[in-house]
């Protein structure tokens, strides 16, 4: 593992790491069972750690490292910098018969996270439709888990949260002011499995630039820019500089509409719940802690909107029809949303998650430094 | 205008004509009136007349002439084929306090859409949120529209809807399967103007392709495929084979994320609502007509959310701080959604809508042919 990776993953998301012929499949039980001890170790409280296992895990097992047990390094290197509470309490500031604001007491996302999308669920299976934000959170994990939550029930989930660091540059513009402000929808088939929908809103995320420079190889025009705003092909300048571009790339390639989506789940996320805007704390030259993030959870019922239970055979239908698309290479056929994520988890599931031995090694001295078990190595197959 | 246009309009939208130095400035009003006489000789009924020219002249007076007095001709090809019923009743299929569906009786998109919206912001005033959809419907103009309806009522609009022409390709495909499934956010700020961001979930609008070809200029790789799924730069060939990229462009650049937006949009307007997906039409091989088009509109309350009613003041908040980013070039600063429309509506409010002579001419034919009154050149000032 690169030796600068901690201090520059403070300054937002951990990346995925390029696992390699070396990596170490641990079964997901085990990680699961270690992200909890380590963070019981810290003091996190129950309801907390158990969410953040459950959601870092779920990461991994679908190939988003991004947001799997990388994240530990980050969680380690912001317990210490005072960025979260460890054992808040989650409050319910306000709740109307379709509406929830949860306050999530500064401290990780996951769990707050959890109860607003249960929230939300509760409601909208008595009205039809709900919404929940939550503020004063953080890191939630992938936002299409809460997404597929609803989808159990279901409903459609939609989810989005604003991010604390200032990672992605608008467009025009020569500064990250955005953070990479993700957002997912999902929808239940019948004989499919669901529509399972999560992008970032920025053109790539930051792992993917960060395995190019771990890599010594360029990256492609459009993904990240320099500090006067042009487009940056030096993968590890890049990775220094941390300024990503939204979906979209260039201007040319229509940047404002990826811009303008982050901008949108940001009013989404933090000004409906009353959380902190990133952009905002920058252009005040403030870095304030706890981040006080917000994230925003809806759930539609189908059935209420159409009376009728058609919602699933007709998603079905489309997405028959997406997947019967002619290919441009029979290799490769078309996916639908959530697809690429089932195959890693069917695959992970049986026979573990690959871990790259430098994250297993850091995952390792972070039991000790915690003084609680190692789990990984011991229950490698 | 290119003799072509008409046939190929009948494929999908109109798109943007180049109206240059010799265009003819219109006064709105008569542009409206032009549009609602029209529409009204052909049989339109008036409240289906009255807002077409409503949102015909709402993009024209933004910029967005895709949306505009040129979509005129392509109605009238419609008319021809038989892809609309003429003067409908909207009728409201289900109802509950949170959720309503109409039925847009196979006409014209724009009026039951706005019933749509004024529908929801109804329920909204009362619960805090709700949602709405239309089906059995079709072209609605620009999604911006009615999203900013919401805004006026200090409510967030959201509004999505499908497109009966396959135009989009998904990735690894090579062939359109998705319309351009726009997307549209508003939300209220207080000092500053609304946030006002519409999409298409296409990387460019077709007219862009097509005012290249008419300007014999190449297209960058990313805005369209050829039959085989690779980039055309091509702009004649590009326009002629209508397959355009989802917003990323390619698989490097991440348009699995514009296609998975355009498949969310599908979802939220089609199958919600029970509408007809171009998509499944087409896997089917089928074309028929009316076309079903199925609409998406949510309202959202800040202040019922929040307790409060600073949602728009801290809007302001973070839209002043993304007009303050750096810029790349101190000559083009940074914007926010819903900015380069409000600038050419304030200049065209002012100084008439400016048309392509071509344009013009082609709307004297369609009035003549229609039996009434020509207004757009006696009205030039």
Known sequence: MNENAPQKTAKGMAAPRAAGPT????????????????????????????AAGELLTYADLRGVESHGLAMMANYETHKGQGSFVPAPEVTLVRETPALALLDGGAGMGHHPAIRGMELAIEKCAKIGIAAVTVRNSWHFGA?????????KRGFI????????????VPTYAAEAMLGTNPIALAAPARRNPPFVFDMASSTVAAGKVQLA????????????????????????????HRALTPLGGTPEMSSHKGYGLGA????????????????VEKHHGRNRRPFNVGHFFLAIDPAAMRGDDGFADQLDELIDA???AKPVDPRQPVLVAGDPE????????????????A???????????????????????
């Open 157 to 168: 989930g939609m989810v989005t949260t604003s991010v604390w660091n200032n990672a992605v």
């Open 359 to 381: 994250l297993v090694a850091r995952v390792r001295k972070m039991a000790e430094a915690a003084g609680c078990d190692y789990m990984l190595e011991d229950e490698v197959r």
């Open 23 to 50: 990596a170490i499949r641990v079964p997901h039980a085990a990680a699961r069972a270690q992200i909890v001890a380590i963070l019981r170790a810290w003091g996190v409280g129950a309801a907390h750690a158990d």
């Open 213 to 240: 420079a771990i890599l010594g190889k360029p990256i492609p025009v459009g993904w990240s820019v320099n500090e006067r705003g042009e487009p940056e092909t030096d993968s590890q300048r890049a990775w220094d």
């Open 264 to 279: 949108m789940v940001e009013i989404l996320s933090g000004t409906l719940s009353g959380a902190r805007h990133a952009a």
């Open 342 to 357: 089932r195959a890693k988890h069917a695959e992970r599931s049986r026979d573990g998650i690959p871990y790259a031995p």
């Open 322 to 324: 997406l997947r019967a």
């Open 143 to 151: 936002a299409g888990y809460y997404a597929e939550m609803a989808v």
